[in-house]
């Protein structure tokens, strides 16, 4: 069977479908352009690979860039041969690892990130990228059904799904989300219109233009983020491992019990409000640089949709965290 054919196939079946989409076409695309013309699956020795891997490199492509493409073509011929159009597994070439590109957002980032013009859809995703340190995809596909107000728990793994590597565990619901969740009706959170929103990369491209951010502010970079401030504010390792949804001792009997304690991640849900209670004053202070502003705790009406939460507050153009925080009192 023609590469091409099986790189066209998972393309249109999966790969355009997830978030990464663009990276996904992109990389598979550089894969067959380093390829023989018309080569086939067969013919994709691991000797074939070697001479690949080496021309990437001749071409400027760096360690991790290359494993990545190497890494998305083994995906492509596995879910081949999974769905049974190839007769025999493929071996590919074990590849070292790349120098990490994780991007640290600083709080004021953060603040200018959330002070940005965006439309309600993006602000909910960006509010539960902060409020749960979960995969992009995870929040995307995350339902009203998975938030429960009566325990305090969001459940990131939706119900019929089977967990993965990359495990989605149940977080705690920090209080700021709290009243956004209350607000939207059943259904995705992530929505437009009433309906899922899939693919987030355009706007989020034209937010963080606005925001005055580089280009490596990518959405993922808000889970690395949260899990340095975690883990910079003292909290336990063990905490910020099963809010990531990383392996935990016993999780297949004990643990499953776990998200059932009073105290369960409570570490990681005090930290997770600080902040973003900091993320609020910063954002205020960035739009006055004269003035000495603070925000406080006024109860708001409640609000019935999610547009009414992102309005801004005071004149001021606040959008704060916490729909409870939009009353600010400026001082001289």
């Not at 859809?121 to 960006?126: A, G, S, T, Y």
């Not at 990228?129 to 979960?134: H, S």
Request: aromatic letters at 6%; proline letters at 7%.
């Amino acid at each position: 069977m023609p590469l091409a054919d099986v790189v066209v196939r998972y393309y249109e079946k999966h790969g355009r479908h997830v978030v990464s989409s663009a990276s996904v076409r992109r990389n598979l695309a550089v894969m067959l352009e380093a390829l023989p013309a018309g080569i086939t699956v067969a013919e994709l020795t691991l000797e074939l690979q070697a001479g690949v891997v080496r021309k990437l490199c001749d071409n400027g492509y760096r360690d991790g860039t290359i494993k990545r493409i190497m890494g998305i073509t083994k995906a492509a011929v596995n879910w081949a041969w999974q769905n049974g159009q190839l007769k025999a597994h493929v071996p590919f070439r074990p590849l070292p690892e790349g120098q990490p590109r994780e991007r640290i957002l600083s709080i004021e980032e953060l603040a200018r990130l959330w002070s940005a013009e965006m439309p309600a859809h993006l602000r909910m995703f960006l509010l539960l990228l902060m409020g749960t340190a979960a995969r992009p995809q995870a929040v995307l596909e995350l339902t009203r059904f998975q938030c429960d107000l009566e325990r305090g728990l969001i459940d990131l793994n939706p119900r019929g799904r089977t967990q993965t590597a990359k495990r989605r565990p149940v977080v705690p619901m920090a209080n700021f989300l709290r009243p956004w969740l209350v607000a939207v009706p059943a259904g995705p959170l992530v929505a437009y219109r009433g309906r899922p929103v899939h693919k987030i990369a355009k706007t989020w491209r034209s937010v963080r233009k606005a925001a005055g951010l580089d280009e490596s502010v990518v959405p993922y970079a808000i889970r690395h983020t949260i899990a340095t401030e975690l883990r910079a504010r003292g909290v336990p390792e063990l905490e910020i491992a099963g809010l990531l949804g990383h392996h935990l001792p016993n999780f297949r009997t004990t643990g499953r019990y776990a998200k059932y304690a009073p105290d369960y991640l409570s570490h990681s849900r005090v930290a997770l409000d600080e902040i973003a209670n900091e993320v609020s004053r910063t954002a205020i202070q960035l739009t006055s640089p004269e003035t000495h502003v603070r925000a406080t705790c006024v109860l708001m009406p409640k609000a019935r949709d999610l547009e009414s939460l992102v309005k801004p507050g005071a004149g001021e153009g606040i959008r704060t965290l916490d729909p409870n925080l939009g009353k600010v009192v400026l001082y001289p």
